[in-house]
């Protein structure tokens, strides 16, 4: 089948196959069906938080069930509505929803909604302090992806998308009030500034109108920098960012003695994991003064005394010498090449001749080697980086690009990518002669 001239009907077949794959594990596992309604559980069983999914693991084939299916849903439509219409309606208008969603994060919509129940919109409105007339266009227009829906004339109910705007508000916020205004902010931010990796020439900077980086300035505004650490939380929680794919995908064990530095390590998340698994390591999380500060208050539930805590910009010289391993966890993805060389090379002078950099960050799969679907969650990702830190998801080739750029001798020893895990963890070392 020709990319760009599918035949519908191999896509109705494609569908057909693999809703039946869906259908009949759904039923042999005695699982309630997919649902919008409110009680409905808002992950495919088995794919949430393990904090909150009672349920095992889909198999591959199942898992491939639904890739293929949202691929072939997606594709299929996209030649019914035509190109014309997709986009204008799709492409073009997607903003509309990113405004409507904003007013619902800023006025508090979805908490003034009962989570069982209606209510009119006009005690909605009067609840959250907004016109009516405005708020019911709004929630209408929401109501057309499926976030709440009028549960009779005149009132509003939740939908099971709808509640998750109050878990993932952290995320939704960060999305909302940082990422789209700099979105729309990129075309003239490329015109005063070019294609700039400083991290203070971004669209965010524009879109805002601050002259500190992006962190710099959440370091000053409480508020945001909660928001943040708690869209990182959201992150962190989801399946494919597990953190038992770091513990499991390296021999931590392995090393022995030693001491591992956990560069911009924030809460310590990591270290703490990988402390559980290699009981003989030493750990020292470094981040920013403000970060550790409430990465200390956060740790008092661990109380582990092999990890402790330490100041420490990254984007200077690397203080601790000769440790066992550098490891950088979401760390180079936040920054341009030019910055992450910067970052990378601090290690260098500090590093024995038997120490290791770790690093666990996204590697871009090239064009056509998994679904559009699944490549668009990559680009939205390397677009966020792109609009607020002039930073980069990388492919392996730009991976081994920014290596070279940082010292002639260092070598990526090894790339995993754990099954089922959205990160890959790469091993360098230096070269000694």
């Not at 770790?358 to 490549?375: A, L, S, W, Y």
Request: negative net charge.
């Amino acid at each position: 089948m020709s990319t760009l001239t599918p035949s519908i009907l191999d896509l109705a077949n494609e569908i057909q196959l693999a809703t039946e794959t869906i259908h009949a594990y759904l039923q042999d596992n005695s699982l309630l069906p997919l649902s919008f309604s409110s009680d409905a559980f808002p992950f495919f069983p088995g794919t949430g938080p393990r904090s909150v999914d009672p349920f095992p693991k889909p198999s591959g084939s199942v898992q491939n069930a639904r890739r293929d299916l949202r691929q072939a849903c997606e594709t299929l439509l996209q030649l019914i509505m035509t190109p014309a219409d997709h986009l204008i309606w799709n492409f073009a208008c997607a903003h509309d929803s990113s405004a409507c969603l904003q007013y619902v994060y800023r006025f508090r919509i979805a908490d003034a909604v009962p989570v069982l129940g209606d209510i009119s919109y006009a005690d909605l409105a009067k609840k959250a302090g907004v016109d009516q007339g405005q708020c019911t266009r709004i929630l209408r227009m929401i109501m057309t992806q499926n976030y709440f829906h009028e549960a009779k004339p005149g009132h509003v109910g939740h939908t099971a998308g709808s509640k998750l705007l109050q878990t993932l508000k952290d995320t939704v916020g960060y999305v909302i009030e940082e990422t789209f205004p700099s979105a729309s902010s990129i075309g003239g931010t490329v015109k005063r500034y070019g294609a700039s990796g400083e991290r203070n020439e971004t669209a965010w900077n524009v879109a805002h109108g601050k002259e500190l980086p992006i962190f710099e300035y959440f370091e000053q505004d409480p508020i945001r920098m909660t928001r943040f650490l708690g869209h990182m939380d959201n992150l962190g929680s989801n399946e494919a960012y597990n953190i038992e794919y770091l513990t499991r995908g390296y021999d931590w064990k392995g090393l022995g003695k030693g001491t591992v530095v956990d560069v911009g390590g924030s809460t310590g998340h990591a270290s703490f994991a990988i402390a559980r698994v290699a009981p003989e390591l030493d750990f020292v999380v470094q981040d920013l003064k403000n970060v550790t500060e409430g990465a200390k208050k956060r740790a008092e539930d661990h109380k582990n005394e092999r990890v402790v805590f330490e100041v420490h910009d990254f984007l200077q010289p690397q203080t601790i010498t000769g440790a066992s391993v550098y490891l950088l966890r979401f760390i180079c993805h936040d920054y341009s090449d030019k910055i992450a060389s910067k970052i990378l090379g601090n290690l260098i002078p500090a590093m024995a001749s038997n120490s290791k950099i770790v690093i666990m960050d996204g590697i871009v799969p090239g064009p056509h080697t998994v679904t559009k679907f699944e490549e668009r969650i990559m680009r939205t990702m390397d677009m966020e980086m792109m609009l607020n830190f002039n930073a980069v998801e990388r492919d392996l080739e730009s991976w081994k690009a920014l290596f070279a750029k940082v010292h002639r001798r260092l070598r990526l020893l090894q790339v995993v990518t754990p099954p089922g895990s959205a990160q890959s963890i790469m091993e360098l070392a230096m070269e000694h002669h």
